[in-house]
């Protein structure tokens, strides 16, 4: 830079500079290779780094003062002899057994996770096997529900015929399916399956449906003119315009389909995360609900995040 | 038999059943289009311009009359007649070359894919839009946009090609340059094309022909008039032109004088 034609005040024009009537500033020839430039970057990232773990701090800082303030409550609440409700120390002293041990009788060999048949299985057994049962019933709803939704999306004569029967369905609370579910497949697995199923399939119709109907006129008009027919309409068209709304339904399907588990696994007694809570309930253990209840909450709020994130994922992509 | 033009609308009318009675959009519409003739439709708001429009890609179905193309009679849309439309109507899951990519697929079934692929580019290269092949609409402004639904009408090499307001909705200095794309891509390709539009110069500097319509109800041509400008047509030098005025203000008289905007009458 120093060879530049253009330049027009040297050091030798200002001799004031040199005689240091102005502070001088030490030159660096280049970013980084300046021991003291290296130095600097080296703060500027860790106080950035800083910078986003305290903005993360702030973030959860607010939940964990809360729950905090929560447990204190509830201790002070329930801490009295007659209390009917166990205080937040006690459900630590009398399960802690169940907190510290979630994972007896899991093994894992490689990939495959096996779950002890029967006896005695830690919490999070119970989970995964409840997991397993909303996996299956839940993709049912998936399948089905994405099929209905389109089916009543794009034919006028199909929505009028099936709507108002779904939208009386849907009201109808998990548990209240379970007699007729037991009475149709009289085995405890299936109708398991098919509370979660029946649960869980009402918000993916409805999304996928209102999903189809709200498709722009402009996009059908595109496929009108470039002549596309029903297979590339559906692949091209409806499929990526839908997703949006598809996984809105999905990701409350499966927020309903895990609040349908317990009811499920009044059904099928003998292991999952709803059996264990109707069976700690039934030895008047208390603290163990209320342990379950916890992993419940937590789980479900994952299964949630994790629909949502493959959601934005797809759309992103279609 | 009787000799028909290229494009050809005999006879079109519409109508539509409502409360009151039938309420006739369209009437007595007659209009005969030569090959590689650029048409405007011009006219105020609601005298059916989109209506007549959607009738000859396929979209709509006339009440009465009827739409031929080289001797075909038009009753669905299809892949010979494009449109380009004022919203650009891009699938904003698609890159731009996958926007085009899905006409050029459905148009040219029969080529391969390294053919079609080309063909593709040669017609963003049209638009002047190559730089721009992979991203997604979002990320372009509405005069790129539209360059490449014009990019998606003209690869599908269609037998008509109709824009239904294509600058409508882009500033000023974008749609001049838009209009300077168009007149650069009919001068090369000399393709069958009827425009709508509420702008007179836009009307004028592209046109052979300027169709202009009656207002509604019951809309039907007014005028038809021929504009004679020589081509290429510079549109600083063509506005100082005395035929470039008399046919404006042929147009101005018509829209604002003859057939002033019924709100304007209405107030």
Not at chain 1, 96 to 108: A, D, F, N, S, Y
Not at chain 1, 185 to 200: D, G, H, K, Y
């Amino acid at each position: 830079m120093s060879s530049s034609p253009v330049r027009i005040a040297s050091a030798k024009d200002a001799p004031s500079a040199k005689e240091g009537l102005l502070p001088q500033a030490e030159i660096i020839p280049y970013p980084g290779a300046h021991p003291a430039a290296a130095e600097m970057k080296k703060r500027i990232d860790f106080a950035r780094h800083v910078g986003k773990l305290r903005d993360a701090a702030l973030a959860v800082l607010p939940t964990l003062l809360m729950i905090a303030a929560l447990l204190m409550v509830w201790e002070m609440a329930c801490s009295g002899e007659g209390s009917s409700l166990p205080a937040p120390s006690k459900v630590w002293t009398e399960s802690r057994e169940v907190i510290l041990h979630p994972l007896k009788g899991v093994e894992m060999d490689g990939i495959g996770i096996k779950i002890q048949d029967g006896g005695d299985v830690g919490i999070a057994g119970h989970v995964l096997t409840s997991l397993k049962r909303v996996a299956v019933g839940f993709s049912l709803s998936a399948l089905f529900g994405i099929g209905l939704g389109i089916l009543i999306g794009q034919s006028k004569f199909a929505y009028r015929a099936l709507d108002p029967l779904f939208q009386i369905l849907r009201t109808v609370p998990p548990l209240a399916w379970l007699p007729l579910s037991l009475a149709i497949f009289q085995q405890a697995q299936p109708s398991a399956i098919f509370l979660i199923f029946i649960t869980a399939i009402w918000p993916v119709i409805l999304n996928t449906a209102a999903g189809v109907q709200n498709i722009p006129t402009t996009y059908r008009n595109v496929a009108k003119v470039l002549a596309l027919n029903p297979l590339e309409y559906f692949l091209k068209i409806m499929l990526p315009a839908t997703v949006p709304h598809m996984f809105t339904g999905l990701r409350i399907g499966v927020g309903m389909s895990w609040l349908a588990i317990v009811a499920a696994e009044m059904v099928q007694g003998g292991t999952g995360i709803g059996f264990f809570i109707w069976d700690s309930y039934n030895s008047s253990l208390l603290t163990d609900t209320i342990v379950a209840l916890v992993w419940i909450g937590v789980i479900g709020f994952a299964l949630d995040r994790i629909v949502g994130w493959i959601g934005r994922r797809i759309a992103r992509q279609a | 038999m009787k000799h028909r033009s290229y494009l050809a609308l005999e006879g079109i009318g519409v109508t539509f059943p409502t409360a009151n009675g039938p309420f006739t959009a369209l009437r007595d519409i007659d209009l005969s289009i030569d090959k590689g003739e650029f048409v405007a439709l011009i006219g105020h708001s609601g005298c059916g311009k989109s209506t007549l429009l959607n009738i000859i890609a396929g979209l709509t179905r006339p009440s009465r009359g009827v739409v031929f193309l080289d001797g075909d009679v038009v009753d669905k849309p299809g892949t010979d007649r494009a449109v380009i439309f004022q919203d650009h109507s891009l699938l904003p899951w698609l890159t731009v070359e996958e926007n085009v990519r899905l006409a050029v697929d459905k148009t040219m079934s029969g080529k391969s894919r390294a053919e079609r692929r080309e063909w593709v580019m040669h017609n963003l290269e049209l638009v002047q839009m190559t730089h721009a092949a992979g991203k997604r609409p979002g990320e372009l402004s509405g005069g790129m946009k539209q360059r490449v639904g014009i990019a998606r009408a003209i690869a599908m090499s269609p037998r008509v090609l109709l824009m239904d307001e294509p600058f409508g909705a882009l500033d000023a200095l974008t749609r001049a340059s838009l209009q300077d794309a168009v007149m650069a891509i009919q001068a090369k390709l000399n393709n069958t094309v009827v425009m709508i539009t509420h702008d007179v110069d836009e009307a004028v500097l592209l046109a052979d022909r300027v169709v202009m319509m009656t207002n509604g109800p019951a809309a039907t041509i007014g005028e038809d008039l021929a504009v004679t400008l020589p081509r290429p047509r510079n549109r600083i030098e063509t506005a100082d032109t005395p035929d470039y005025n008399h046919a404006r203000h042929e147009i101005l008289h018509f829209l604002h004088q003859r057939y002033s905007n019924p709100v304007d009458k209405a107030a």
